[in-house]
Each structure stands twice: as C-alpha cells, then as structure tokens.
C-alpha cells in the first residue's frame, strides 16, 4: 500500500504521514503467536526501510500498543494477569492509540521511529 500510494504521498507542497499500527509482540515474540509476531517485527522495519526511502517528503512512523482494551468475555483472572505485566496496570482504552497517532501527526520531525504504547511491560 505505501509504494501504491507513495506518488500521491510524495506530490504536494506539505509533508504526508504513514503511521503503521504494530504490536508490543513484535518487541518480545510469543510462543503462542509466533507468524503474527513475526509480521509485526517485519512491519516494524518496513517503518525504517519507507521512512529512509520517501525522507523528507513523506514521515513513516509505527504506533505499537501493548493490551488496549479487555473483551467481554474476558474473567477476572485473566485481567488481573494482564494488569501485571506492565508498570501502569490499566486498561489503556482505544483513546490512548487516537492520542499517538495525534501526537505523531502534530510532529514535524520524528520520522522512522516507533510509539510504544505499553505502560511499561518492557521494563517488567
């Protein structure tokens, strides 16, 4: 999709945006989810490779958010043990995506790097 678009984002007078949606995985691997956790790595560094290659005229960022939002018929017992892999033990909510993806675009400068959404689970 990005070399698809990449004349459209390239023509113009101001600076366009790809923002790419990773996942907190793609930083440590799952056993459980090893092609999905693969693909996320390889999005993540398809962020690296567009950002160099469409620079200046195009900004390519990744958002990587770790446990947004529980589903309904998540149990008790599984939120608690989700809530204990980060250092801010919260059900972030959608909202904090909507607010990166703000924040990335309100940058002038930052190009090639990735947003870590995980309240700290790097650091557990």
């Known amino acids: 999709m990005n070399l698809t678009l990449k004349d459209q984002l390239m023509s113009g007078d101001t600076t366009s945006d790809i923002i790419h949606i990773s996942d907190y995985v793609a930083e440590?691997?799952?056993?459980?989810?090893?092609?999905?956790?693969?693909?996320?790595?390889?999005?993540?560094?398809?962020?690296?490779?567009?950002?160099?290659?469409?620079?200046?005229?195009?900004?390519?960022n990744t958002i990587s958010p770790a446990m947004l939002k529980?589903?309904?018929?998540?149990?008790?017992?599984?939120?608690?043990?989700?809530?204990?892999?980060?250092?801010?033990?919260?059900?972030?909510?959608?909202?904090?995506?909507?607010d990166g993806i703000k924040f990335v675009l309100a940058s002038h400068y930052m190009t090639g790097r990735t947003l870590h959404l995980d309240g700290g689970r790097h650091l557990k």
């Open 70 to 98: 529980f589903n309904e018929h998540d149990d008790e017992e599984y939120k608690a043990k989700a809530l204990r892999k980060a250092l801010i033990p919260a059900e972030a909510g959608f909202e904090e995506v909507i």
């Open 28 to 60: 440590k691997g799952s056993k459980k989810h090893i092609a999905y956790a693969a693909s996320k790595s390889a999005l993540n560094n398809l962020t690296l490779s567009f950002s160099a290659m469409l620079a200046p005229k195009v900004k390519v």
